[in-house]
């Protein structure tokens, strides 16, 4: 093993075709995602060199500890190229849409899977694909700045990258509440609902890799962390219970939205009010995703129901190219539902989404 005191034994580095930083100080090996201007939103060259630093990592004897983080002050990550994803399913690549989401979810798996302890500081906004890197790490640290949020349904989509293995394991039914509204959680949220460990506040971060890298010691890094967790406070999602398991507990959506309007609380009322605004579709299949995810023996078996689900969507299905439309490409924020409404939904739509069989298998 390499003296601690030795530190930038690895080179940094960067591509051209993609934005992160791997080196090692130490025994500490640092992975930062660097593409700030987009929120460190993740392409697939990004997915690659983060597998490939990973790889070399796991049998380097010297690095003992990974930290992963993102460049700039905004969030960890904002979640996968939307508009990328966009592209390609209007132009019918469906052949780069599968290399894609087959990396992405090869990624999510090895960091599930990981040899060595792996540190996630989910600071700011980690979402959609964010959580894929930061959600199955072996420890999630969250900080006062943290917005983590599944938003697929906004855009007529599915939470992927693991989500609904974690939704599913939410307490009560705060998983389908999450999955369905795309809401976002703050520190004690995460750490409530299973999506986050520790709450250490921003400003002690920057001591916490540096604790990391002279202390590197893979039977600790635990107790390092615990040198800097605080009390994140109460979380309101837990304090939502009542009303949230009420709900969310019907068997459909339709009955969802009937049980919130019949609540006394505002926000009830107020989420009943934004379903009926989302895709019937992306809500439907959400359900069922989160629901089924519950039954599933691990994360690989969750990724792989959500392979088969965001492929369909991508091949199938109007609304994923109409939400990014009007969310993300003219901003109109009226997205046209294709069909508007949940009566309207085919009676074998979920029979359909769950046996679609992609085009390439997601384990090669």
Not at 137 to 144: F, G, K, P, Y
Not at 200 to 216: F, K, M, S, Y
Not at 229 to 254: C, H, K, N, Q, Y
Not at 342 to 357: G, I, M, N, R, T
């Amino acid at each position: 093993m390499t003296d601690q005191t030795e530190t930038d034994q690895t080179a940094t580095h960067q591509t051209s075709a993609s934005r992160v930083l791997a080196r090692a100080h130490g025994a500490l090996g640092h992975l930062t995602l660097d593409r700030p201007e987009a929120i460190n939103a993740l392409d697939l060259g990004m997915v690659l060199d983060l597998a490939r630093a990973l790889d070399a990592w796991a049998v380097d004897s010297d690095v003992e500890i990974i930290v992963l983080d993102g460049a700039g002050d905004r969030g960890l990550c904002a979640g996968g190229d939307v508009r990328g994803l966009y592209r390609q399913i209007a132009s019918g690549d469906v052949a780069a849409t599968a290399t894609f989401f087959r990396a992405e979810y090869a990624l999510n798996a090895q960091i599930d899977e990981y040899p060595k302890p792996l540190v996630a500081l989910a600071d700011g906004i980690t979402m959609g694909g964010g959580i894929g890197l930061a959600g199955h790490a072996a420890i999630r640290v969250v900080t006062e700045r943290s917005k983590l949020a599944m938003p697929e349904t906004r855009i007529g989509f599915t939470p992927d990258v693991g989500g609904t293995w974690l939704l599913g394991r939410a307490p009560g039914r705060l998983g389908e509440y999450l999955g369905l509204t795309g809401a976002s959680m703050d520190a004690a949220d995460a750490i409530h609902c299973g999506f986050a460990d520790y709450f250490v506040p921003a400003a002690h971060l920057d001591g916490l890799r540096e604790a990391l890298q002279t202390r590197a010691d893979p039977s600790s890094p635990t107790e390092i962390v615990l040198l800097f967790d605080e009390t994140a406070g109460s979380s309101s999602l837990e304090a939502a219970r009542p009303w949230i398991d009420d709900a969310f507990s019907a068997g459909t959506v339709a009955e969802i939205i009937a049980r919130l309007r019949a609540r006394a609380e505002p926000e009830a009322i107020a989420t009943a009010d934004l379903l009926a605004t989302s895709s019937p579709t992306a809500l439907t299949i959400t359900l069922e995703a989160v629901r089924r995810a519950r039954a599933l023996p691990d994360l690989r078996a969750a990724l792989e129901q959500e392979y088969r689900l965001v492929m369909w969507f991508g091949q199938t299905q109007p609304d994923l190219l109409e939400g990014i439309r009007a969310q993300l490409v003219d901003k109109d924020r009226n997205p046209r539902w294709r069909p508007a409404t949940l009566d309207d939904l085919a009676p074998d739509l979920v029979a359909a989404a769950f046996s679609f069989e992609p085009p390439q298998p997601l384990w090669s």
